[in-house]
């Protein structure tokens, strides 16, 4: 079974960059969308990014267009997200999760396979 690991989040200031990791095993990532979610604990978890196994096109939440960056390599069965000019808005647990439903989308529901999550602190 495909199994997700999240890696890369910590602490911040506001305008700084981290880079997030996905690395999976158990399957190859060629077989699937990656979409990256973040959530406050106890809420619903908010879509911020995928790309697509197909095509490699990649969409972005309005927040962070223009800041943040999806890429996967293949080779290395890894997703990466590139989060540039943070901000304390951005302050929340973020997930990596895998789809195999074919249709790009930020929905929750349409992905399968969920990483444990990352927490990603922005503040001075």
């Known amino acids: 079974q495909l199994q997700l690991v999240e890696s890369g989040g910590g602490l911040v200031q506001p305008g700084g960059s981290l880079r997030l990791s996905c690395a999976a095993s158990g399957s190859t990532l060629d077989y699937y969308a990656i979409g990256w979610f973040r959530q406050v604990p106890g809420k619903e978890r908010e879509g911020v990014s995928y790309i697509m196994n197909s095509d490699g096109s990649t969409y972005y939440a309005d927040s962070v267009k223009g800041r943040f960056t999806i890429s996967r390599d293949n080779s290395k069965n890894t997703v990466y997200l590139q989060m540039n000019s943070l901000k304390p808005e951005d302050t929340l647990i973020y997930y990596c999760?895998?789809?195999?439903?074919?249709?790009?989308?930020?929905?929750?529901?349409?992905?399968?396979?969920w990483g444990q999550g990352t927490q990603v602190t922005v503040s001075s």
């Open positions: 999760a895998a789809g195999s439903s074919g249709l790009g989308c930020l929905r929750a529901l349409e992905y399968d396979f």
